[in-house]
């Protein structure tokens, strides 16, 4: 089975320039998570997407937005990039809405995104 | 305010040795706990989780303690392996309705099993 996959691997912008990330859940995965890991922090909640709706977004702001494909493939869009968004973004999917109980997430290995 | 608090960045144990990894959470709404492990370019990987109905879980080598009343849990891995050495994050939820739209993380404890 082909885990979640995610591009580009590194991604490299300046200042005021938009992002484009983008996520391929795993077969089967309705729902797809997006998260940042900025240095020295934990894993923050950005957007969660399922059938093609946003369902939640954390508290990050608009210009954070994404969309997902009647394939279930996702991606997550940054305008007006400033220095403090360098992070590691992941992207992640499960199988069941809303339930972390017997769906775990399954992470892809990232996008690291350096804004200089 | 982070609500789930990983208080050491780091962990050194002896190959054999135990390894204990800590966890602290704020919200007494949290029912769900889960531990995923990060190696270097990877992305994290579920390892272990609990309920709050529960106050143990064992999965092989990996057992996870829940103190509710401590808001505290703990991750005992035995025996340690080199191959455990990876960021461990904890992971905390706040009910069955908010799922995983509503996971928590800590800031991660990298271990580092030394041969």
């Known amino acids: 089975e082909a885990g979640v996959t995610q591009s580009p691997t590194h991604l490299i912008k300046t200042r005021g320039q938009q992002a484009t990330l983008r996520c391929s859940p795993i077969s089967g995965h309705t729902s797809v998570y997006w998260y940042q890991q900025a240095l020295g922090l934990g894993l923050q909640f950005l957007l969660w997407?399922?059938?093609?709706?946003?369902?939640n977004r954390g508290n990050f702001p608009p210009r954070f937005s994404g969309r997902q494909f009647p394939n279930y493939s996702s991606e997550l869009n940054v305008n007006a990039l400033e220095l403090e968004d360098s992070a590691l973004y992941l992207c992640a999917s499960s199988t069941r809405p809303g339930s972390s109980y017997n769906s775990p997430l399954h992470f892809g290995n990232g996008t690291r995104l350096t804004v200089t | 305010d982070q609500q789930v608090k990983q208080n050491s960045p780091s962990l050194s144990v002896q190959e054999g040795r135990i390894s204990i990894l800590n966890c602290d959470y704020t919200?007494?709404?949290?029912?769900?706990f889960l531990w995923y492990k990060k190696y270097p370019a990877e992305g994290p990987t579920f390892l272990i989780s609990i309920s709050s109905i529960k106050d143990k879980n064992e999965d092989g080598r990996f057992t996870v303690f829940l103190n509710k009343s401590a808001k505290h849990l703990s991750l005992h891995i035995v025996p340690s392996q080199p191959g455990d050495s990876a960021v461990y994050f904890c992971?905390?939820?706040?009910?069955?309705?908010?799922?995983?739209?509503?996971?928590?993380f800590g800031t991660g404890t990298r271990l580092t099993v030394i041969p």
């Open positions: 992971a905390a939820s706040g009910g069955y309705q908010t799922g995983a739209n509503n996971l928590f």
């Open positions: 919200n007494s709404m949290f029912d769900y």
């Open positions: 997407y399922d059938e093609g709706e946003e369902r």
